[in-house]
């Protein structure tokens, strides 16, 4: 479960900027008792968050957020085994500030997996890793916070013994400067950092612009019966029309370059799956508005929307979510979306009955109509706004005294909230040129 995700230095933030799913202690009774969580661990009192909207005009820094989390989650799966010692780290800094032009970008989060905390961050620059760091806690009352590691820019002054294969790769110089020793350890089958590596496995992180990225998830899950009749269903119960999917077997699709996750997918590479093409059935009616005995036929590729094809991609990531109780981070979530179908699968994760198992969706939008208490509380909605100087902050709507009865929606776009595009004359535009025709 995702604690909090703070970084800093990264594309558009120049300062540091924390991201949490730790519930605050307001009261938005409409929807407390679906989006907030307790804690599965026995006695713990911690409360987090099952969804957040992340919420910007365009350019203000919203998919650099999402950037964040995708380039921590690469960085760590590829750093000691896709690159070598001469190689750069392809991190992208804030540029339009001399402060920090030469300065590393720093990553940290904070999760909780199954019976421990965990408090691991780095900061690297083009040409190494210039620090890292992983703490433990126990989930027991009063337990103490654990330093396994640090390390400085050149050095691992302390390594703790619970790290026990991590400690022996630093004596035996075995991590490269532009390598994480917790990518190196994991390697070597290191206990702690193969925990944290099973974490990672349960954060995803995709496009909402390019669902064909993990439309080759979906549909290998369609192999499987049960799991087909559930997709089937999801896409069903959308109102799309289709009453049934099927997949015909022909050319290779590569599985593992259309996972819901990267494809740089920590999991081992499969063998691909034999697809041709996708077929959608819909119900044909006679002249008596009677269904006939047999659906048509249609190529889902070429006849279905770009919508339904987009929420037909979604089903594998969202199912395997929900099914696992993972972390699912969406940029642009209601891109070709109705705003309905969007609310509808927001609820499902929000929902104690559809999420049992305490998943998480992180997602960016435009899409306001969910700017509503009776969508989010205050603590679930995120904004970012960009300054004059090129930077985004990064803040949540539980930052401001708002009324019980307020209208989020209308508030933030009469700019309450800010994070709102501030928009110059265009009306000059086209009495320049005007001008200049006439001329």
Request: net charge neutral; proline share 3%; no cysteine.
């Amino acid at each position: 479960m995702l604690i909090e995700f703070k970084f800093g230095n990264y594309r558009s933030f120049k300062d540091e900027a924390t991201f949490s799913l730790v519930a605050s202690s307001l009261k938005d009774k409409k929807v407390d008792n679906l989006a907030v969580m307790y804690s599965p661990i026995k006695n713990n009192k911690l409360r987090l968050l099952k969804s957040a909207a992340i919420f910007g005009a365009n350019a203000s820094g919203k998919s650099n957020f999402v950037e964040a989390i995708r380039f921590f989650r690469q960085f760590i799966v590829n750093s000691s085994r896709g690159t070598q010692v001469d190689e750069n780290v392809d991190v992208d800094n804030f540029k339009l500030s001399t402060e920090t032009e030469n300065e590393p970008s720093i990553f940290e989060v904070v999760f909780l997996w199954k019976e421990n905390y965990y408090r691991y961050g780095f900061a690297v620059s083009p040409k190494k890793v210039e620090g890292e760091w992983l703490y433990i806690k126990d989930i027991k009352p009063k337990a103490k916070e654990i330093e396994l590691f640090f390390r400085d820019i050149d050095s691992f002054p302390v390594v703790h013994e619970k790290f026990t294969i991590g400690k022996d790769v630093v004596q035996k110089n075995m991590v490269r400067p532009n390598a994480l020793l917790l990518s190196v350890a994991a390697q070597f089958n290191e206990p702690i950092a193969n925990e944290i590596f099973q974490w990672l496995l349960s954060l995803n992180v995709i496009s909402g612009l390019h669902d064909e990225r993990y439309a080759g998830y979906t549909i290998t899950k369609l192999q499987d019966p049960i799991y087909k009749q559930r997709i089937v269903d999801f896409t069903k119960y959308a109102d799309l029309g289709i009453d049934d999917i099927q997949v015909t077997e022909g050319d290779l699709v590569n599985e593992q370059e259309n996972t819901s996750v990267d494809s740089d997918d920590i999991r081992k590479p499969r063998l691909a799956k034999s697809i041709n093409s996708i077929l959608s059935f819909h119900k044909k009616y006679d002249d008596k508005f009677q269904v006939e005995s047999k659906p048509v036929e249609f190529s889902f590729t070429k006849s279905e929307s770009h919508g339904t094809k987009k929420y037909f991609s979604l089903a594998g990531p969202i199912l395997d979510t929900l099914d696992n109780g993972k972390t699912l981070v969406i940029d642009e979530l209601d891109s070709k979306l109705h705003p309905l179908l969007t609310q509808k699968i927001i609820s499902l994760f929000n929902s104690t009955e559809t999420n049992p198992k305490n998943a998480q969706l992180i997602f960016t939008t435009h899409d306001t109509n969910l700017l509503s208490a009776l969508v989010f509380r205050r603590d679930q909605i995120w904004f970012t706004e960009k300054n004059r100087y090129g930077a985004t902050s990064m803040y949540s709507l539980s930052e401001y005294a708002v009324r019980n009865d307020a209208s989020f929606e209308k508030d933030y776009l009469a700019g309450k909230y800010g994070a709102v595009p501030t928009f110059k004359n265009f009306k000059k535009l086209f009495t320049s040129n005007t001008s200049t025709n006439n001329g």
